[in-house]
């Protein structure tokens, strides 16, 4: 089977296709407490959702239909024991689930213990930094629901994704016929910043010999919720689907191409983490402005351009086959292939950071610790007015250090001598994926066994550019500052480019490439023990091989720079291409999972599993071994995630009650570390210390319940209750032998997981008080979240409300109003540091007790208040 076919995940083994074709489970996704969901996610074969022994809840088309989402990833918050963080904005999101979180405050990695899929299948099969499937992934009125696993079979049925599995559904013509217009019109930012949309859906019969057709898409411009003077997303999608459907099986062609550009919001200044600071407000933005548009000299001679308008532009085509069939007396087959072709361009600012304008890291990174004595004054580029002074002061040690003795800039109450940095960061990414997954089932007596093998082959290349680095005034909008170096005999020197970027060639620069190489064979059985009782078992071999090179572009000194002209500073470091450097690694890992289900009555079942499940290094860990030493020495290991849950499942009548007891344990949790012998036998040789492991630990309940309280009125209401808790984390230190007998691990005390809330509550009510008229309205609330593994303190809880109406005008017509943040709440879900550049991106090294309530804590808040006029037409 795997000489012939490869696989994906058991999420799509369903004889019925997970598309929606030729199954009822699209059309009956709207009321789970009045109809029996068919689930295809997580399970060996198509499921009633009451009866599946998983932890899975699905989205449905009409819950979809009624939110106004900031991003895929947002519809995941319906979801309980679901963590989303969409305060980024479209993509560069962050989810998790049951505690399975290390590293979650980085949105660099937002996906890196679950998988998300279209129609069965990853949208990306490489994550790595600042890459991963939410750049590719976009809904639109071909969505037919979400169906969202968390743990338990995702170990065995998800490609190295034990923490879950989140399937995004597309409608056929079989499922859906017609034709459906949306125009949706908003303000965001509170109110202020307008928003356009429209959608497009057809679907519908080619023929009478069961060929059908859907096509549909969408495209949107918008400023987002933090105006920077320039569009913040724009661009859109078209994809759709051919099915075949004949007496005993189904032929699935998909197509895809996606074209969109999207920023995301950076860290707004507040005091204490908790409150927006003098002068800023929760819709302020501190992207950089238009005019910070500049080109640099490449490493290979070329020249390069930078536009912060540009945005990050993502590309992806992607082709896919889906066959099911099923050969008689129990056996069935599917075989589900895609091809993926996508690209991420970078033009955007990165380390967007509140800093003293004479920070020392900034000015090596910068390149003026270099410069002999003088003055560097600093202007506003609109204007050309002086902004400040600094007096350049050379020190015995090699470098100067800088003391700021005029100051006009603005925010100065805020951060006395602040301004923000930021990096021109310009990337290029590129993957090309193949994945391919079939299945075998056979109905044997009381069992229900498959057998299946997957395979998926990516390539990823990612090229780096140095834009160079940049000061701007600390305000909102922001403002470019220009630099010029006076030295002590007078001659004045341009420090930074007219666009105020200077060290152009220096910040950032590499190209990595490489293959991710990835197979498996599962396998499944669910037997009927008795009527009552049944035993479900699975398993999952894995195979991913890694084979990466890597070349960093390092900076050498020219006199007269790029341009040939010894005035101009900022490109007189000319980067060159260094040496290549090649890392493999492989992975052997045997994931399994065992429950019991018992039904006591028709309405009520219970069942109880136990999974085991590991997690390999994704690209991105492998690309960031990328010295000989680190080659030589880092070896990272699997991570491993225990669970033990329990799920309870009751429906009747309009009421439908799930609860999922569970315990989670994420376990193996290393940073690798490398040192030089100073000292005995092995001098100058690199060695690495075993790694500190550390783990967390979740005990927790998810609640999910729907229930239609009288014939005008329903509710539905996702709960979590968890207490995660951290321990083991730390790091060692060189002892001062040198020679490795005395190294210091110096631990983090136990405590509470960070960015982990004990509390996640989604709970809403649907009123129909006339024919045709749906009021709805809807509580969401977060509890607190330690800030980091030290627990130095809490980002604060917070609750947020969102109102909404429909009106069926007619059959074919509706009108739809939405308010998301009703009481403009201010939620924070990440933050910084405003000590210097490199503070601010070293959230893990402020201590407990160093904390300070009315210092700079930049954050990232969630979205503000905004409102959406939603027309949908059918035809």
């Keep these: 089977m795997l000489a012939s076919t490869s696989t994906v995940a058991l999420a799509d083994t369903a004889a019925t296709d997970a598309s929606g074709a030729g199954s009822p489970q699209a059309d009956d996704a709207g009321n789970p407490q009045d109809k029996s969901e068919i689930i295809v996610t997580g399970v060996f074969g198509a499921r009633a959702i009451e009866s599946a022994p998983i932890s899975i809840n699905v989205v449905s088309n009409e819950v979809l239909k009624q939110h106004a989402p900031v991003s895929a990833a947002d519809l995941l918050k319906n979801i309980p024991g679901v963590f989303v963080n969409s305060a980024l904005g479209e993509i560069r999101n962050v989810v998790f689930s049951r505690g399975v979180s290390a590293n979650s405050l980085d949105a660099a990695g937002g996906y890196y213990y679950v998988s998300l899929q279209e129609d069965g299948l990853p949208v990306e099969l490489a994550t790595a930094n600042n890459f991963g499937p939410d750049y590719f992934l976009r809904p639109d009125l071909n969505l037919s629901r979400v169906e969202g696993l968390r743990g338990g079979t995702a170990a065995i049925t998800g490609p190295n994704a034990p923490g879950g599995i ?184 990165a380390l967007i950071s509140a800093s003293p304008l004479n920070d020392v890291v900034t000015s090596f990174i910068s390149t003026s610790a270099f410069l002999p004595a003088g003055t560097i004054n600093y202007f506003f580029k609109n204007s050309g007015a002086l902004a400040a002074t600094n007096q350049v002061i050379p020190t015995p040690f090699g470098f100067s250090v800088q003391a700021t003795t005029t100051n006009n800039l603005p925010g100065q109450t805020v951060l006395p001598g602040g301004i923000f940095t930021q990096v021109a960061f310009v990337q290029h990414f590129k993957s090309e994926n193949f994945v391919d997954q079939a299945t075998l089932t056979k109905d044997w007596g009381n069992h229900h066994l498959a057998l299946g093998g997957y395979l998926a082959l990516s ?196 009421l439908n009650v799930q609860v999922f007891p569970f315990y989670s344990k994420l376990s193996n949790v290393t940073t690798s570390q490398s040192f030089t012998y100073t000292a005995g036998p092995q001098q100058g040789q690199f060695y690495s210390p075993v790694p500190v492991a550390g783990e967390i630990e979740t005990y927790g309940v998810e609640v999910s319940l729907a229930a239609r309280l009288t014939s005008t009125l329903s509710s539905r209401i996702n709960l979590t209750l968890q207490n995660p808790k951290a321990r083991n984390f730390g790091s060692w230190a060189q002892g001062p032998k040198g020679d490795g007998t005395d190294d210091i691990l110096t631990l983090i005390a136990p405590g509470d997981a960070d960015n982990n809330p004990k509390i996640i509550l989604r709970g809403g009510l649907d009123w129909s008080p006339i024919k045709n008229v749906t009021l709805f309205g809807e509580v969401n609330h977060l509890g607190k979240r330690a800030a980091n593994a030290a627990n130095a303190f809490y980002l604060p809880a917070y609750t947020t409300l969102d109102l909404g109406a429909s009106w069926n005008v007619t059959d074919n017509v509706k009108l739809q109003f939405n308010m998301t943040n009703v009481t403009n709440t201010l939620g924070v879900m990440s933050w910084s540091r405003s000590d210097s550049l490199l503070a601010s991106i070293d959230r893990q090294g402020l201590a407990k007790g160093a904390y300070d309530p009315k210092a700079i804590y930049p954050i990232l808040g969630i979205q503000p208040r905004a409102a959406f006029l939603t027309a949908n037409v059918k035809f």
Excluded at 185 to 210: F, H, Q
Excluded at 245 to 264: I, Q, V
Excluded at 313 to 334: I, Q, Y
Excluded at 485 to 512: C, E, I, M, R, Y
């Design 166 to 349: 989140f399937n995004y559904i597309s409608r056929t013509g079989k499922s859906d016929p017609g034709v459906e217009v949306q125009l949706k019109g908003g303000l965001l930012g509170d109110l202020g910043n307008p928003y356009y949309r429209g959608d497009i859906y057809a679907g519908g019969k080619l023929n009478e010999n069961g060929l059908y057709y859907s096509i549909g898409g969408f495209y949107r411009w918008d400023r987002g919720a933090r105006d920077p003077g320039y569009a913040m997303n724009k661009g859109g999608q078209i994809h759709g689907n051919i099915l075949y459907d004949y007496s005993a099986g189904s032929l699935l062609f998909t197509a895809k191409y996606l074209d969109d550009r999207n920023a995301w919001n950076e860290f707004t200044p507040a005091i204490g983490a908790t409150r927006i600071a003098p002068g800023f407000s929760k819709t302020s933005s501190v992207l950089p402005p238009a005019n910070a548009a500049h080109c640099f000299p490449g490493a290979d001679g070329s020249n390069e351009c930078w536009d912060p308008t540009d945005l990050v532009r993502s590309r992806s085509a992607a082709f896919g086959l889906k066959w099911n069939h099923e050969f008689g007396d129990g056996w069935k087959f599917e075989n589900n292939g895609r091809y993926t072709s996508s690209k991420a361009d970078w033009n955007t600012g």
């Design 459 to 654: 390539k990823l290349r990612l090229r780096q550019g140095g834009g160079g680095i940049g000061f701007s005034s600390l305000s909102s909008p922001t403002e470019m500052l220009t630099s010029t170096f006076t030295d002590t005999t007078g001659k004045v020197f341009q420090l930074s480019d007219p666009s105020g970027f200077q060290a152009l060639g220096t910040v950032g620069g590499n190209d990595n490439r490489g293959t991710q190489k990835q197979y498996s064979v599962f396998f499944g059985d669910t037997w009927q023990v008795t009527p009552q009782l049944t035993l479900d078992a699975g398993g999952r071999w894995e195979s991913i091989n890694y084979n990466v090179f890597n070349q960093t572009f390092t900076a050498g000194f020219s006199p007269t720079g790029a341009d040939g002209d010894a005035l101009t500073l900022y490109d007189n470091n000319v980067p060159s291409i260094g040496p290549e450097y090649n890392t493999r690694r492989s992975y052997k890992m045997f994931n399994f999972s065992l429950s019991a289900t018992y039904e006591f009555t028709s309405n009520f079942k219970a069942y109880i599993r136990y999974t085991n499940g590991k997690k390999a290094p994704d690209f991105g860990s492998i690309v960031a071994i990328n010295t000989p030493a680190q080659i030589a020495t880092v070896f990272p290991k699997a991570q491993k995630i225990e669970q033990i849950e329990m799920g309870l499942k009751f429906a009747r009548g309009g």
